[in-house]
């Protein structure tokens, strides 16, 4: 039998992925020695908790519209649930990390650019998966995304 989505718990997945992407850039800051590191992770936690801001007055404008099935909408539902399941927000204990003590600036950037590479490859999917009115809004996400992950490859080199 195939599971239906309202666009809303689509819209709430982001919402998650956000609180927790901030939750990572919050105690990346918090064990940041340097103060230009600190700050430098303060501004993407405040970035992350802006792009929760954005998906909870979707979420609300939203409602319990449900997704319509398309005919392979099975198999991309599949395809869905398997670009949740993999997102290392999800599965990579970053706490733990921090706390061995051999966790590295360079180590905190490379995990936020997974991150980072994660949601926007999620956030393509959940542009097709909420109404044509609120399509933009998500791309914009995804620009601001894309724009982090550039801002986190500089921080590299």
């Known amino acids: 039998m195939v599971a239906f989505f309202t666009a809303s718990e689509v819209v709430e997945l982001a919402m998650r992925i956000e609180q927790k992407g901030q939750a990572f850039y919050l105690l990346a800051a918090d064990e940041a020695e340097d103060p230009a590191a600190k700050e430098f992770f303060d501004f993407f936690a405040e970035e992350e908790s802006r792009h929760e801001l954005f998906f909870r007055g ?24 398997a670009l949740i399941d993999s ?3 999800f599965n990579f204990d970053y706490t733990a990390a921090f706390k061995s003590g051999d966790f590295s600036f360079e180590d905190a ?7 980072e590479k994660d949601t926007i490859l999620l956030y393509n999917e959940l542009k097709k998966m909420v109404p044509e009115s609120e399509q933009q809004f998500v791309e914009e996400c995804i620009d601001e995304e894309r724009g982090h992950l550039l801002l986190l ?5």
Not at 59 to 70: C, K, N, S, T, V
Request: neutral net charge; without cysteine.
């Open 109 to 115: 950037i490379r995990i936020a650019m997974r991150f």
């Open 58 to 81: 979707m979420r609300d404008r939203l409602g319990h519209i449900e997704i319509p099935p398309g005919s392979d909408f099975e198999e991309y539902t599949q395809y869905v649930m």
């Open 153 to 157: 490859a500089a921080k590299l080199k």
């Open 87 to 89: 997102h290392d927000v």
